[in-house]
């Protein structure tokens, strides 16, 4: 998964526990990506500033238009798991407060932001 993508899922996957921000802190990038929209758990829609594009649809089903891919997030309490079809690779991870890690199984790599 690409690092906006992995920014984008971990800036969903915060809304959906009640965190929202403007931007996600990607430590891997040490930078702030600037993320904004709404996020509730019926539906995402989101626009990553950085890429100049959206990221929507039902948590479950999101669409990354930068990739043109689908990616699908599944929300079990403060943990998640899901798949992205653009590089076709699982990833999981959790939200906890402000911070959230994700594994990308891809790189065999965690992750970690802020909002």
């Not at 009640?18 to 989101?46: M, P, R």
């Not at 997030?73 to 899901?82: D, I, W, Y």
């Amino acid at each position: 998964m690409n690092s906006n993508s992995r920014a984008c899922v971990a800036y969903v996957a915060a809304g959906l526990c009640g965190k929202n921000g403007s931007s996600v802190y990607d430590y891997e990038q040490s930078k702030h990506i600037s993320i904004s929209g709404t996020v509730d758990a019926n539906n995402v829609n989101i626009y990553d500033h950085e890429r100049s594009c959206h990221v929507s649809g039902s948590p479950s089903s999101l669409y990354d238009y930068g990739n043109s891919a689908h990616i699908q997030l599944t929300m079990n309490g403060t943990q998640f798991s899901g798949y992205d079809y653009h590089t076709s690779n699982h990833f999981s991870g959790n939200v906890n407060g402000n911070s959230i890690s994700v594994y990308d199984y891809e790189t065999s790599t965690h992750y970690n932001y802020s909002v």
